[in-house]
Every structure is written in C-alpha cells, then in structure tokens.
C-alpha cells in the first residue's frame, strides 16, 4: 500500500497540500490525521464528499511500501499514522516529501527531500503539477488556493515569493472560487472565540519595553478551548502592537498557556519563550506551563521581557549625524545659494546659540522671491512648527511620523540643539534591512 500523508493536526495549506499530492500520486491512499487544526475544520465539512480521506486505522496490517510527506520533514509530526502499522517510517522502502519549513531539519532517513523557502507548500505541489501539465477540479483548486492564503497571511508575510502568487494564479485558471476562499479563511468561526476575542481585548495592557511597543493579556478559562490563536492573530490585527503576548490560565489541567506573535525580527518569540518550555517560530509560538499563574505572573514576564529583550532601534542609530543648518537672521538670498551648495531642498534653522527654531525650504524662499524680498531674515519665512524627534524616538515613533505628515527629514533633537536629521529613505532603508 503506498500513501499520502500530512502532518498532525492538519491545517489549511497542509489538506491542500494533500489534495494535490493526490494528482501527483493517483494510486496513493490519502490519509488525514486525527486531529485537525480549527482554521481547517470547515473545510473538511464543506467538502466532505470530494475529499476521499481515509483514517490511519485503515493502515492497520497493511504494509506500507511507499509514502508521500507533505507540509512537513519531521518524523515526530507523522507519528500518528505510523502508530496503526506494526512498523516505523524508516523501514517503508521510499519516502518522498514535499515541505516548506526550510528551518527544520530532517530526521527520516533516506527520504527524498523535495523542498523549497516559499510561503506555502501547496505551491510546491502547484509547480509539480504544472510541470506535469495536470488539471485539477475547480473544488481542489479552491482547497488548495484557501492553504496558499493562508499560509502567505494572503500574499503578506515575509515568507511569500513570486511562486506562491504564480501558484495563485494557476489556482484560479483552474476554477477555484474567491468567494469561498474568503468564507474558508475567516479565523473566527465559534461564537466562544468571540467571546474570548472581547474578554482579551477588555484586559488589553500596553508596555513600552526598550523602545518596542508591546501588549499583555492575561485570562483566565475554565477549560482549554481551541481557536485560541486565531484570537490572538485578530488582536494583532486589530492593535497592531510591535509584540503581543496572552497569557491564558486554565483551571481544568492546572495550566498556562503563553501564546506569542510578534511583527519584529528582533522580538523573537520563538527563544523568548524556550525559557518557559515553549518553541515555535520567530514571529510565532506558544508554551504550555504545567502549573496555574495568576495574574501576578504578568509582571513577572514584564520583568523577564525587559532582561531579555534587545532594545528597539532609535533614531539616534537611523539619524545622519552631519547636519546642514542655517542661521535666523541669515538671508533668504543667502538660503537660497547656500540651499543649492549642499543640494538639499531644506534644512533646519538655528539661532545664535545653535538652538532649534524653524525650517526653511526652498517653497518659503520662493515666496520672499516672488514679493521681492530676498534681503528679509530665515526668520522671517522659515516654518516655526518643526515636528522633530529625540535620540530615542522609536522606530514606532518614526513610522508614525513619516506614515502620517507629508515631511521628508527631521531633525533630531537633544538640549534644544539639532544632533542629526532622520530622512524618509533612512526610514525606508531601515525596513527593507529588518526585513532580510
Ligand atoms: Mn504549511
């Protein structure tokens, strides 16, 4: 018997990914794990009569010669399956699989790693099919186009590469249906994680840490209820926080659950949380503590968070520290030349003291042109109001600023005095780094 398996605890990309192994491997059996993840659940019923998904009982005596993996490369995810037969994946003659989890490393010995660094593994299996030139059902394709969006965060996370979008694309010329993607991804389907959806928001705490923006949750449930991480990911959402961190007391099981999402590299959940006996990715994970925390236990990850963190980049390191400046009583004829040297279409003005006053720009200088004013004082025409920023801005802080105000440069501030200017594209560089 030769099957197709996914990992544990199936999730969209993961069942998609499953559907289209399915093509590749025709004479395969399929079979679904016990457990499915609640993103997924929906649209296992949904397609119930398409999908021919059999049980790991059905393994039981069987002897499996062949096995496909997908949307994994660990053998500790496939376990289930192998629990039925009376043998384990290293004895099965040839293992092929078909993973995108390019930081895991793999145990199955002698497996045929068909891997790649892209954001969903159905689009692996998309780039197989089309070089086998197959066609799927507009059903399958709709499957499988729900697991591309959602493991992309719908074409958004860093992840994402041109393959994913092509795979979309090929989705779509296959029949998948947008409308019922849209339905399949929506994370909050119970009316349970709604209410927990209110009851983390109501006990919100914000915490400026190191110059990183950060919320804090703690509640406390009677019991484990699942879909808790689709609350989070909507809190994220909605908040927008640099890092968000719930933690959910469970009195049924004498637990606690750490749940972490962050949207900086250098807030890394993943071995933040290795301390409490977690683990999970960079951006994501969870830790589940055998032992009830109050709500006290919130300072004390506070505290743990401001040992461990590494602190926010400020604009003291974005910031140009060679800044042009001009004097109030220069003139406006003066400006302008002075202006033109340095090749800047504006620049912060001083006093004598070398204290902060104004800014002028080229548009202000050509206002005194027109009057025929050029011998008239900066101080005359200059902007008074000069949005700036301190040595410790946060790059928050930054974003906010050039997000919102139509401004190119600002000035840094320290005792009144100009120590640096931060422009858009510092800004703009910054992000495109933080993002390699
Ligand atoms: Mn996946």
């Given at each position: 018997m030769n099957i197709i398996v996914g990992h544990s605890n199936m999730d969209l990309d993961c069942i998609?990914?499953?559907?289209l192994a399915g093509y590749l491997y025709p004479d395969y059996t399929i079979i679904r794990s016990r457990l499915v993840h609640p993103v997924a659940k929906n649209v296992l019923n949904l397609y119930k009569n398409q999908l021919n998904f059999q049980y790991g009982k059905i393994l039981k005596g069987e002897h499996i010669e062949k096995v496909v993996v997908v949307d994994?490369?660990?053998s500790n995810r496939i376990k289930e399956y192998f629990e039925f037969a009376d043998y384990n994946i290293g004895d099965v003659e040839e293992v092929i699989i078909y993973d995108?989890?390019?930081a895991d490393c793999c145990d199955i010995e002698k497996a045929i790693l068909k891997t790649e660094a892209i954001g969903a593994n159905v689009s692996i299996m998309v780039k197989e099919l089309i070089k086998e030139d197959i066609t799927i059902t507009p059903e399958d394709a709709t499957i499988a186009l729900a697991g591309v969006y959602a493991d992309t965060g719908s074409f958004t996370f860093d992840s994402t590469t041109s393959d994913d979008l092509n795979a979309a694309s090929w989705l779509i010329s296959q029949g998948a249906k947008l409308g019922i993607v849209r339905k399949l991804l929506k994370p909050m389907k119970e009316e349970s994680q709604i209410d927990l959806f209110h009851n983390v928001m109501n006990k919100l705490e914000v915490k400026k840490i190191l110059g990183h923006y950060i919320l804090l949750s703690y509640i406390e449930i009677p019991k484990h209820e699942p879909g808790i991480g689709a609350v989070v990911e909507k809190?994220?959402?909605?908040?927008?926080p640099d890092a968000f961190f719930l933690i959910v007391g469970i009195v049924k099981g004498n637990q606690t659950l750490i749940i972490g999402r962050s949207q900086k590299q250098s807030i890394n959940i993943s071995k933040l949380l290795k301390t409490y006996g977690g683990g999970g990715h960079t951006m994501a994970g969870s830790a589940k503590v055998k032992e009830l925390y109050s709500l006290s236990f919130l300072d004390e990850f506070v505290w743990y968070l401001r040992c461990s963190l590494i602190p926010s980049i400020s604009a003291g390191s974005l910031m140009t520290d060679n800044v042009f400046t001009i004097n109030e009583n220069a003139t406006l004829m003066d400006a302008s030349i002075y202006l033109e040297?340095?090749?800047h279409t504006?620049?912060?003005v001083v006093n004598r003291n070398s204290e902060l006053v104004g800014v002028i720009t080229l548009r202000d200088i050509s206002?005194?042109?027109?009057?025929?004013?050029m011998m008239s004082p900066v101080k005359s025409y200059m902007a008074r109001k000069v949005e700036t920023f301190t040595i410790d801005s946060s790059v928050r802080d930054i974003e906010k600023t050039f997000f919102s105000k139509n401004i190119g440069h600002i000035p840094v501030v320290k005792n009144k005095k100009v120590v640096g200017i931060v422009t858009r594209q510092d800004f703009l560089d910054h992000i495109n780094e933080a993002r390699k």
């Open positions: 998609g990914s499953m559907v994994t490369r660990t995108h989890h390019e809190i994220m959402d909605v908040e927008n040297q340095i090749e504006g620049c912060p206002k005194g042109r027109m009057s025929d004013l």
